[in-house]
């Protein structure tokens, strides 16, 4: 037995099961994983299935456990378990960490690479549950918002003018962290005179939003600052005469990608420097963006297509999040009871009920 995370765990192993373990894991699984996502055509979707994977293998090697010969879907429930326990999971996390787990099985399973049954195939009752109609991502309001953009401009050092560029560009045009590391400055154009950015998006489809002035003020600035971005010092690959290497949109003082992580860290610190009590994340951001576009009058298609959602209920997940705050029978209740507290009339409420007894 291991303990892992004080719980015990069936993960007992003999000498048989060590010498196939070598066969399938180690190298040899780590070619499984790359047969496996390269059947995925969007980037995105190959980077965001490759690291819940590697969260249930680290979860697997702790508790030494074989991912190939051993493991049974008391595994799975205990990975569930754990990450309950930790607190850093959300549901929507864990259930889409599990969909990944079981998305690789599955294509084991029908490779004919593995006997075994899928572990991460649970009962629907046990998976995580989650509510489509209430988002737990925390939105900004206007107010903050602002503040998080004026910290953004405020901001000193060298990556100043990339900070402002990077908050702008999440906050007015809704983009995916990962779309946003991953985007290039040659994707940067024009259409029918506005200044857009086409990318590659969740799925693999091409993407398109345009860029507002306070986007491409901000941008500009900082493009214009970026010494990898000059023409006489553009680098041709020998043998590729007018070939250009791809160049990040927003790039690390080498001028390298900037990482998700580091925009994560980012946020979370302008959020501190503004003050504003919210779990900072570049999903927060994703989520300001269509409940202010909302409260601004933008129609629900149009947020719907600038945020590259395949369906308008997800787009009504924010939408509504925001109203049903606003909307809240504890404020109605709050004023009602103030009001008749402070001995005025309470003038446009309706007379309270007299309870009735049974």
């Known amino acids: 037995m291991t303990i892992l995370s004080g719980e015990l765990l069936p993960a007992t192993r003999?000498?048989?099961?060590?010498?196939?373990?070598?066969?399938?894991?180690?190298?040899?699984?780590?070619?499984?994983?790359?047969?496996?996502?390269?059947g995925y055509a969007s980037a995105h979707t190959?980077?965001?299935?490759?690291?819940?994977?590697?969260?249930?293998?680290?979860?697997?090697?702790?508790?030494?456990v074989d991912p190939l010969t051993e493991v049974r879907r008391v595994h799975t429930h205990a990975w569930l378990r754990a990450q309950e326990a930790a607190g850093a999971a959300s549901a929507?996390?864990?259930?889409?960490?599990?969909?990944?787990?079981?998305?690789?099985?599955?294509?084991?399973?029908?490779?004919?690479?593995?006997?075994?049954?899928?572990?991460?195939?649970?009962?629907p009752k046990q998976k995580p549950k989650t509510d489509p109609a209430r988002p737990r991502t925390a939105g900004l309001s206007r107010a903050q918002a602002e503040a998080l953009l004026a910290a953004a401009d405020a901001d000193t050092g060298p990556q100043a003018a990339?900070?402002?560029?990077?908050?702008?560009?999440?906050l007015y045009t809704g983009l995916r962290v990962g779309e946003l590391v991953g985007a290039d400055a040659e994707q940067l154009g024009h259409d029918r005179n506005h200044r857009v950015l086409r990318f590659t998006a969740k799925g693999g489809g091409e993407?398109?939003?345009?860029?507002?002035?306070?986007?491409?003020?901000?941008?500009?600035?900082?493009?214009?600052?970026?010494?990898?971005?000059?023409?006489?010092?553009?680098?041709?690959?020998?043998?590729?005469?007018?070939?250009?290497?791809?160049?990040?949109?927003?790039?690390?003082?080498?001028?390298?990608?900037?990482?998700?992580?580091?925009?994560?860290?980012?946020?979370?610190?302008?959020?501190?420097?503004?003050?504003?009590p919210v779990?900072?994340?570049?999903?927060?951001?994703?989520?300001?963006?269509?409940?202010?576009?909302?409260?601004?009058?933008?129609?629900?298609?149009?947020?719907?297509?600038?945020?590259?959602?395949?369906?308008?209920?997800?787009?009504?997940r924010y939408d509504h999040g925001g109203q049903r705050l606003d909307r809240a029978p504890a404020y109605t209740l709050a004023a009602y009871l103030t009001a008749a507290g402070d001995g005025h009339s309470a003038e446009g409420y309706p007379p309270p009920r007299t309870p009735q007894r049974r």
């Not at 819940?52 to 697997?60: E, Q």
């Not at 998305?103 to 009962?123: G, H, K, M, V």
């Not at 300001?288 to 409260?295: E, H, K, M």
């Open 207 to 276: 993407h398109l939003v345009a860029l507002p002035a306070p986007v491409t003020r901000r941008l500009d600035a900082y493009l214009a600052a970026r010494p990898d971005l000059t023409e006489a010092q553009v680098p041709v690959p020998a043998g590729q005469a007018g070939a250009r290497p791809r160049r990040p949109l927003v790039a690390t003082a080498s001028g390298a990608r900037v990482d998700r992580g580091a925009v994560w860290r980012l946020l979370r610190r302008l959020a501190a420097t503004a003050g504003i």
């Open 46 to 64: 190959r980077d965001a299935y490759q690291r819940d994977l590697r969260h249930w293998l680290a979860f697997l090697a702790a508790s030494d």
């Open 92 to 123: 929507a996390t864990r259930a889409r960490r599990l969909a990944a787990v079981s998305a690789f099985y599955s294509w084991l399973i029908a490779e004919d690479r593995t006997d075994r049954a899928n572990p991460a195939a649970i009962d």
């Open 162 to 170: 990339r900070t402002a560029a990077i908050v702008a560009l999440l």
């Open 14 to 38: 003999s000498a048989a099961t060590t010498t196939t373990a070598g066969a399938g894991g180690g190298d040899g699984l780590e070619v499984l994983l790359r047969e496996w996502l390269i």
């Open 279 to 316: 779990k900072m994340s570049p999903h927060a951001l994703r989520h300001t963006c269509a409940t202010l576009a909302r409260d601004a009058g933008a129609r629900l298609e149009d947020v719907q297509e600038q945020l590259g959602h395949a369906d308008a209920r997800t787009t009504r």
